[in-house]
């Protein structure tokens, strides 16, 4: 059975903001461009015109942003995209950092 609760006008609540990571790609001289392409569409979720952009960027730079997610989530794509690095014979790498809020 539903409770009807009745809740006053202009309360304050307080929500626990999750702390967010940044996940960066970071550039190697091996692993193929189209393979990192293929890693920011499929695991960032990337068109592949931002991929493409992204991709170049770390070519160029040394390191780029892929996303910024929770710590599990940001956590689980570096694993991913490790991974899938090795069984294809890749070194691609990544860095996680904290972002200030
Ligand atoms: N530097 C690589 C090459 O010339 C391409 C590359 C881009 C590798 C981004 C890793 O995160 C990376 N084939």
Excluded: W
Excluded at 30 to 40: E, K, S
């Amino acid at each position: 059975m539903k409770e009807r609760v009745f809740l006053e006008e202009e309360q304050e609540i307080s929500i626990d903001q999750p702390e967010l990571y940044r996940v960066y790609l970071l550039n190697d001289d091996y692993t193929t461009m189209d393979f990192v392409v293929h890693v920011l569409m499929t695991i960032f979720e990337k068109s592949k015109v931002e991929a493409t952009r992204i991709m170049l960027y770390v070519h160029r730079h040394g390191k780029g942003l892929a996303g910024i997610y929770p710590k599990e989530i940001a956590e689980t794509k570096v694993a991913q995209v490790e991974s899938l690095a090795r069984a294809n014979g890749f070194p691609l790498k990544c860095s996680i950092e904290r972002d200030d809020q």
